[in-house]
């Protein structure tokens, strides 16, 4: 079934940095944008990114940028978040989400459609 | 960009419809047809129940629905159920393939 894998939790230290792998499966890996989203505890969700596995092109938030890697292997279905410069307020639970890039000779744009297949989460927790 | 504001809670009966608010600008919610929410319970990744304003994916029951007008969306749920008790959230495309969350609504059934 359709479905996104990812890599489990983290434990870092201020300053560090954290790479989270988001596998696919049961679908056309290059035909959806991979959204990272987080979620700090007892907090929101927050948008961080998007990459389209096809081209390897990202977007990130503005408050994400200079900070945030992402990054894809389509020959394992596997798409990656990495931050770098890990601090307190980087502790949350990381996910990965799909949307439709492409789908019978119609291309879309990122954020035209919705995030229709999540990961499970991982939690990246930031002490010293 | 600023997070959408929506109501931190709701709440309602069984049975009956409450609606929740998601307020942005004239540069996301007002200025494009690309308003998603998302259920969210507790330990859960979330889940899409609405899209492009007011289309419901596959499996997603018809008492969910979605509107919008001006730089206000709303989302109604309508027959209330103890399984809608969860977080609410909106988001919006907000211009150069960037979007938005909402803030989150925590809805209660009574």
């Known amino acids: 079934q359709v479905q996104l894998l990812q890599s489990g939790a983290e434990v870092k230290k201020p300053g560090a940095s954290v790479k989270v792998s988001c596998k696919a499966s049961?679908?056309?890996?290059?035909?959806?944008?991979i959204h990272w989203v987080r979620q700090a505890p007892g907090q929101g969700l927050e948008w961080m990114g998007w990459?389209?596995?096809?081209?390897?092109?990202?977007n990130f938030a503005q408050k994400f940028q200079g900070r945030v890697t992402m990054t894809k292997d389509a020959s394992i279905r596997t798409a990656y978040m990495e931050l770098s410069r890990l601090r307190s307020g980087d502790s949350a639970v990381y996910y990965c989400?799909?949307?439709?890039?492409?789908?019978?000779?119609?291309?879309?744009?990122?954020?035209?459609?919705?995030?229709?297949?999540w990961g499970q989460g991982t939690t990246v927790s930031v002490s010293s | 960009q600023s997070a959408l504001t929506q109501p931190p809670s709701a709440s309602g009966s069984p049975g009956q419809s409450v609606t929740i608010s998601c307020t942005g600008t004239s540069s996301d919610v007002g200025g494009y047809n690309y308003v998603s929410w998302y259920q969210q319970h507790p330990g859960k990744a979330p889940k899409v129940i609405i899209y492009?304003?007011?289309k419901r994916p596959s499996g997603v029951p018809d008492r969910f629905s979605g509107s919008k007008s001006g730089n206000t969306a709303s989302l109604t749920v309508s027959g209330l159920q103890a399984e809608d008790e969860a977080d609410y959230y909106c988001?919006?495309?907000?211009?150069?393939?960037?979007?938005?969350f909402g803030t989150g609504t925590k809805v209660t059934v009574l």
């Open positions: 049961g679908y056309a890996f290059t035909y959806y944008f």
């Open positions: 990459i389209n596995p096809n081209s390897g092109r990202t």
């Open positions: 989400a799909r949307e439709l890039f492409y789908d019978s000779g119609k291309y879309y744009s990122p954020w035209n459609y919705a995030m229709d297949v």
């Open positions: 492009e304003v007011n």
């Open positions: 988001t919006s495309y907000a211009g150069s393939n960037n979007g938005v």
